[in-house]
T-cell receptor
């Protein structure tokens, strides 16, 4: 079992749609969780951290479920500019090793 | 922009050669992590440097080595290059804390091994 697993997609959605990504992790001791966005042939950029209480930033909502060991990202009112790969990131110990999922590809169509 | 820079942008080498990649961290950051990202995959952790010492390592062979300098910039060295080393190499800088490990990535170096 991979340490961090994501649905690879791709997800093809029309503008204005709501789309949700899930990510599961295997290490129950994991402490820090993030979603990064990566555009084609570019570096990953932090989208948002994921807190135990959940957090929201505009159209984006992140949730953490420790009992089931998964995190989620919800994008509402999708824009063309949301087209990218979304990477789930887990820090198992709060220390040095950061584990990335393989990413979920999102295409938003006009 | 993150303030993290990497050089060179692109590099072509042949099998068996050695390569050095460079990274300048964001001002105020004391930690640099290196990642290898193969096409269609997520970044894979190579190692991390904190205050000039290796702070942890992923599943990469010893021919992958690194350095961090007093100004917190860093180098990644790869010896005896193999075809499978062709990838995007990313460095990320952060301020090492216990709870917050948000990382800021440089634009990467795309290495092609022929």
């Amino acid at each position: 079992r991979k340490e961090v697993e994501q649905d690879p997609g791709p997800f093809n959605v029309p503008e204005g749609a709501t789309v949700a990504f899930n990510c599961t992790y295997s290490n129950s001791a994991s402490q820090s969780f993030f979603w990064y966005r990566q555009d084609c042939r570019k570096e990953p950029k932090l989208l948002m951290s994921v807190y135990s209480s959940g957090n929201e930033d505009g159209r984006f909502t992140a949730q953490l479920n420790r009992a089931s060991q998964y995190i989620s990202l919800l994008i509402r009112d999708s824009k063309l500019s949301d087209s990218a790969t979304y990477l789930c990131v887990v820090n198992p110990t709060g220390g040095f090793k950061t584990i990335f999922g393989a990413g979920t590809r999102l295409f938003v169509k006009a | 922009e993150t303030g993290v820079t990497q050089s060179p942008t692109h590099l072509i080498k042949t099998r068996g050669q050695q390569v050095t990649l460079r990274c300048s961290s964001q001002s105020g950051h004391n930690t640099v992590s290196w990642y290898q990202q193969a096409l269609g995959q997520g970044p894979q952790f190579i190692f991390q440097y904190y205050r000039e010492e290796e702070n942890g390592r992923g599943n990469f062979p010893p021919r992958f080595s690194g350095l961090q300098f007093p100004n917190y910039s860093s180098e990644l060295n790869v010896n005896a290059l193999e075809l499978d080393d062709s990838a995007l190499y990313l460095c990320a800088s952060s301020l090492k804390t216990e709870l917050n490990n948000e990382q800021f990535f440089g634009p990467g170096t795309r290495l092609t091994v022929l």
